[in-house]
């Protein structure tokens, strides 16, 4: 099983809609989370990290579930500038090393 | 200048030429890493540097030759590249500690002819 998955889409939706992504993610040790945006032909962008208790930027809510070893992103309210590709990244510091993951990408298009 | 700085931008370069591509970071952290990506293709780790000390080297063809003098440079040396190595490689910075995210360079768009 990967360290790390993510379900690729494309995930097509009107602009207004709410969209949700989940990240699974695989080792119980792992310790950070983070989510990431990253536009056609550009370098990855930090786009919020994860906390345990939820936290919510604006349009943007992340949650962790450590129980069920998930974590989501919601978009309320989506733009058209919200078509990207949505990388989910996990980090486990622990004595056996330490080790940084990246998932897939989750595709997003907004429509019109 | 801060943050992660990636020279060049675009690369093009033949098959028996020998590049180099360059990363700064201006932001104090202890790890620096090298990714490429494909067109349409998830990131792939290919190099990993933490206290400038090598500790990841993704099966990379020894065609690509990282160096990381120091922790705030790193270099990818290039020689006798095959044209499927065009793509967009990335340098990224962070703080192992801490489990800090990674900050990303612009990238170097290389293609190879």
């Known amino acids: 099983r990967k360290e790390v998955e993510q379900d690729p889409g494309p995930f097509n939706v009107p602009e207004g809609a709410t969209v949700a992504f989940n990240c699974t993610y695989s080792n119980s040790a792992s310790q950070s989370f983070f989510w990431y945006r990253q536009d056609c032909r550009k370098e990855p962008k930090l786009l919020m990290s994860v906390y345990s208790s939820g936290n919510e930027d604006g349009r943007f809510t992340a949650q962790l579930n450590r129980a069920s070893q998930y974590i989501s992103l919601l978009i309320r309210d989506s733009k058209l500038s919200d078509s990207a590709t949505y990388l989910c990244v996990v980090i486990r510091d622990s004595i056996s090393g330490y080790a940084l993951n990246f998932g897939k990408g989750t595709s997003l298009l907004v429509t019109p | 200048e801060t943050g992660v700085t990636q020279t060049p931008r675009h690369l093009v370069m033949g098959m028996t030429n020998k590049k180099s591509l360059k990363c700064e970071q201006h932001l104090g952290h202890n790890a620096m890493y090298w990714y490429k990506q494909s067109a349409k293709k998830p990131l792939e780790l290919m190099f990993v540097y933490s206290l400038e000390e090598r500790v990841e080297n993704n099966s990379v063809p020894s065609r690509f030759s990282p160096e990381c003098p120091n922790s705030s440079h790193l270099f990818l040396h290039l020689h006798t590249l095959q044209p499927e190595d065009s793509a967009l490689y990335l340098c990224?910075?962070?703080?192992?500690?801490?489990?800090?995210?990674?900050?990303f360079g612009n990238g170097t768009r290389l293609t190879v002819t």
């Open positions: 990224a910075s962070s703080q192992v500690q801490g489990n800090s995210p990674l900050h």
